[in-house]
């Protein structure tokens, strides 16, 4: 039914998707999503993986989790972390990936805002869970979102963090996001 609702919606609003790899590259990685800037990818991105089907996570606020709307958020795959205090979240997502098959979304900008360079984490999180690190993006312009090319596990391994970096930065060059003035295309 989720994925009826979802071909419906997406076609509505115009949207299409597109698969840049075989679809089971979703069912078990880190799933870098960028540019961030709009809540509305979030719920692009979840009606691209009802309509196939795959299970997806987000690390988000636990106030998120424990409002009254936290079922609805826990629903969508939100996995609330209490950030005032120091986690050891590399592990916590290591653990996860043991018990479950899902992707984890991250947004190393970390916010909807300008930021000068990304985060690290999502690379420690891929590298240390031996997952791989899979693309994912919504252009505004095109109305279309680009999902599943892989960066494997192998690669992770051999190449240099830099290298996989500008790999990113120089496939992200091609996304329109909705507000491009919040988005750096120099993420390192």
Not at 10 to 22: D, R, S
Not at 49 to 60: E, P
Not at 144 to 149: A, C, D, I, R, S
Not at 166 to 188: A, C, R, V
Request: overall charge positive; aromatic content about 14%.
């Amino acid at each position: 039914m989720k994925k009826i609702i979802a071909q419906f919606v997406l076609w509505i609003w115009g949207w299409k998707i597109v698969l840049e790899g075989p679809a089971s590259n979703l069912e078990r990685c880190v799933l870098v999503v960028a540019p961030h800037t709009a809540n509305e990818e979030y719920i692009l991105g979840n009606l691209a993986y009802w309509v196939l089907g795959k299970k997806l996570k987000v690390i988000i606020k636990d106030a998120h989790t424990k409002a009254w709307y936290g079922f609805l958020i826990k629903g969508l795959g939100g996995i609330g972390i209490d950030r005032s205090q120091r986690n050891d979240l590399i592990n916590f997502v290591k653990r996860e990936f043991h018990k479950d098959n899902f992707s984890l979304v991250i947004t190393p900008e970390g916010t909807r805002s300008w930021v000068p360079k990304w985060r690290k984490g999502f690379y420690h999180m891929a590298l240390e869970s031996k997952v791989p690190i899979v693309i994912a993006a919504g252009d505004f312009k095109e109305k279309t979102m680009y999902l599943g090319k892989k960066i494997s596990v192998e690669e992770l391994e051999t190449r240099s963090y830099e290298s996989i970096m500008q790999e990113l930065q120089d496939y992200f060059q091609k996304i329109t996001p909705k507000y491009p003035e919040k988005w750096n295309p120099k993420i390192f």
